[in-house]
């Protein structure tokens, strides 16, 4: 009889406690958190020193009596012990960087009650399969799901914010393009109706070769194509006027020429950074700013030709470009002109002009070789190029 009331007691206890995790009193102390004075609490990180080796954490519908709304920015950045986690239904918010770079979760269920995913919430995170998108999602921030291992995301059919098709991720009316799962590869038909794709957009889709932009895409929002390696070229349709930044940093399979089209007015920074496949730029249209490093170390660029008249060209927009011998200006010269523009470009560089234009100079200009569309360009070889390599 004594051995059986204390199995009674033991279970009855274990069972307190089981309830008392569920409502948040043990193991809260896993969790950092601040109260946000109404009755909630914020978790603002997790207690990793402690809890070594915990593969599966679920986050408590309350801590000390405050009912648990948001997981914080930056809240379990870095986390890489974790491979489950399970987020309770009082969850409305998830801020900006909050599962940033966890390199060991695997899986993730966003739960109805959930209202807003910051930007770059899960980036680069290890999130495997389908992830769902629930009915209650009305804000997602840029490259939240980017760079994360997933074969599609899938949004309720009842959200009002967003849609999903082939496990793309959409705006409603599917005018911008906001997340393609990195798992995407072959070739991708971006579908009509498009306008923007969004920032981060194919981001770390190292298996994508190809894809189709269609007439009517206006924006390509900052780096919509950063580190796809495999990207074999790449056509723009007249109706793209911004190429965001770092849009297609490190692109280095695409080869050939590239054409900038001409209702294309800014170039951000960094854009074609580190493309050593491309071989020749034309930029068509008139008043660009071509960002600083847009260009920077495409060390196959061999020849550029700008047809219009170019607004700015930022610092070091061709830095290191080994192979760019010549870049041929048909406008007038650009009013902003920046520090080491064509440094560490090839030992005989020149730039040429249209001499019926306005704002050139010979035999240099801002330190370079400079002179008219069909000189002699040997005629003064005396001349001193400020970005030779020593």
Known sequence: MPDSRIKISLFITLLIACVFFILGGCGSEKFMYTDNGDGTCTITGYDYDHQRGARKVAIPRKINGLT?????????????????????????????????????????????????????????????????????????????????????????????????????????????????????????????????????????????????IPYGVTKIGSRAFDSVPKLESLTLPDSVTEIGFMAFNYCIGMTGKLVIPNNVTIIEGWAFIGCDGLQSLEITGSMVTIGGKAFFGCDGLESITIQGSVDRIGNEAFYGCHRLARAEFLGDAPADFGAEVFDKCANDFTITYDPAKSGWSTPTYNGYPCFPKDADESADESVAYAGEEG
């Not at 840029?142 to 059919?157: D, G, K, Q």
Request: hydrophobic share 40%; with cysteine.
């Open 68 to 212: 648990v709304t948001t997981i914080g920015k930056d809240a379990f950045l870095y986390c890489k012990s974790i491979h489950k986690l399970t987020i309770p239904g009082t969850v409305t918010t998830i801020e900006e960087g909050a599962f940033f770079w966890c390199g060991g979760l695997d899986h993730i269920a966003i739960p109805d009650s959930v209202t807003t995913i910051g930007r770059m919430a899960f980036y680069d995170s290890t999130l495997r399969g389908d992830l769902v998108i629930p009915e209650g999602v009305a804000e997602i921030g840029n490259r939240a799901f980017a760079c994360c291992p997933l074969n599609s995301i899938t949004v309720s059919e009842q959200n009002e914010s967003f849609t999903s098709a082939d496990g793309v991720l959409y705006s409603k009316d599917m005018s911008v393009l906001m997340q393609a799962p990195a798992k995407t590869k072959g070739s991708f038909d971006i579908p009509d109706g498009v306008e923007t794709i969004g920032a981060g957009a194919f981001e770390c889709c190292y298996g994508l070769t190809s894809v189709t």
